[in-house]
Every structure is written in structure tokens, then in C-alpha cells.
T-cell receptor, first 116, second 111 residues
Framework: DAGVIQSPRHEVTEMGQEVTLRCKPISGHNSLFWYRQTMMRGLELLIYFNNNVPIDDSGMPEDRFSAKMPNASFSTLKIQPSEPRDSAVYFC??????????????FGAGTRLSVL | GENVEQHPSTLSVQEGDSAVIKCTYSDSASNYFPWYKQELGKGPQLIIDIRSNVGEKKDQRIAVTLNKTAKHFSLHITETQPEDSAVYFCAASQWGTALIFGKGTTLSVSS
């Protein structure tokens, strides 16, 4: 398997623009997580989905952030409008769900976002 | 909710020495404690994990210990090598829920 695939790898945009980050989880995984990594705050959980349904979005910073998972093989994280403080590396991770499954989260390579 | 504290934030050792990274967690319901390694430009990757019914687990040069009473767990790396240089994250969760990560430890191994 190719692992968790994120696109783009790098995104540079201007303040006020809309940004869409994309994630393709590992086939057969039914839990998906979005994290944000900064030097100051480390790895923060933004939102996670089980079977395409958002379970916990308490980490989403504000209404400018939204996430969707229209099907089991695709998720997006959208920021509108973007601000310089949104600059960070955004990671997507996926996991096989179920109480008897291994709890291992597999991470993508991340999207480095720079908002000027 | 869960809160995970990790220390130290940076650690420098000589090749061949041991390295220890410590974490504490706040939620007594947490029962799953993984450690992830992140190399430059890559996503974190699981290196070892432990569940709360086990006090210690070892895999070659790395080991993790867990003290549920004190709510802390540690990563031990023996005979460190330059390729061990990376950022290490501890995490905690209840089984099947999202991981809450510590802020990371940058380990530098010099030869």
C-alpha cells in the first residue's frame, strides 16, 4: 500500500485566500485524523472521523476551519479565509477501527502551509 | 480531556550512550501509550507502544515503561546511534480514540 497520501506537500498563499488540503487514507482504514504541528504547540488534534462521520472537532481552531470526509477514501481540510497564524505543517493520519484492531495511527508526509 | 507533558524538549547524547524521555498524562482512563519518531520532512512513525495492563515492553534497543499509579511513562533508548537523531513524541489515549501527543523531544546523537 502507498500509505496515507497528502496533497499538496507545500502550499504558499496570501492572507485571505482559501486553502484546501487533501488526504487519502490507507485502504481499509475507517478512522481518519487531522493534526496541526507548530513549534510552539506541537502536534494538535484538529478533528477525527470514524466511518466518515466526525467524532470530535473540538480541536478545530475557529469557524474558518472546516473538514469533510465524503467517502472512505478522501478527506479535505479547508481554511477560509487563511491567516498568517495558520502557517504550520498539517498531517493526516488513518487507522483501522474497531475494538479488536490495532490502535496504530499511520501518518502522511504532511502539507507545509505558509500564509503570507 | 487528556493532557500529556513531555520532558526534556531537547536531549543531546554521545553515540553509544543511553537516552531517556519521560511523559506524564492526566486522564486516569487512558490505557494506550505509543511513542512516535519523526524524521526531518516526514510524518511521525510508531516505534513502540504499551497498553496499561503491561508495565514494560522492549524491542531491541528501545523500551517503554509505564507507571499507572503515578501516571507516567518513559522511553529508553540504549546504545544510541546517529540514525536515532529525530523528534520523539509520546501520546496517550483510551483504546480506540484519538491520540493526544506531548510536545516532542528533539534527540541529537553525536558520533
Amino acid at each position: 500500500d502507498a500509505g496515507v497520501i497528502q496533497s499538496p506537500r507545500h502550499e504558499v498563499t496570501e492572507m485571505g485566500q482559501e486553502v484546501t488540503l487533501r488526504c487519502k487514507p490507507i485502504s481499509g482504514h475507517n478512522s481518519l485524523f487531522w493534526y496541526r504541528q507548530t513549534m510552539m504547540r506541537g502536534l494538535e488534534l484538529l478533528i477525527y472521523f470514524n466511518n466518515n462521520v466526525p467524532i470530535d472537532d473540538s480541536g478545530m481552531p475557529e469557524d474558518r476551519f472546516s473538514a469533510k470526509m465524503p467517502n472512505a477514501s478522501f478527506s479535505t481540510l479547508k481554511i477560509q479565509p487563511s491567516e498568517p497564524r495558520d502557517s504550520a505543517v498539517y498531517f493526516c493520519a488513518s487507522r483501522v477501527g474497531g475494538s479488536r484492531a490495532k490502535n496504530i495511527q499511520y501518518f502522511g508526509a504532511g502539507t507545509r502551509l505558509s500564509v503570507l | 480531556g487528556e493532557n500529556v507533558e513531555q520532558h526534556p524538549s531537547t536531549l543531546s547524547v554521545q553515540e553509544g550512550d543511553s537516552a531517556v524521555i519521560k511523559c506524564t498524562y492526566s486522564d486516569s482512563a487512558s490505557n494506550y501509550f505509543p511513542w512516535y519518531k519523526q524524521e526531518l520532512g516526514k510524518g511521525p512513525q510508531l516505534i513502540i507502544d504499551i497498553r496499561s495492563n503491561v508495565g514494560e515492553k522492549k524491542d531491541q534497543r528501545i523500551a517503554v515503561t509505564l507507571n499507572k499509579t503515578a501516571k507516567h511513562f518513559s522511553l529508553h533508548i540504549t546504545e544510541t546511534q546517529p540514525e536515532d537523531s529525530a523528534v520523539y513524541f509520546c501520546a496517550a489515549s483510551q483504546w480506540g480514540t484519538a491520540l493526544i501527543f506531548g510536545k516532542g523531544t528533539t534527540l541529537s546523537v553525536s558520533s
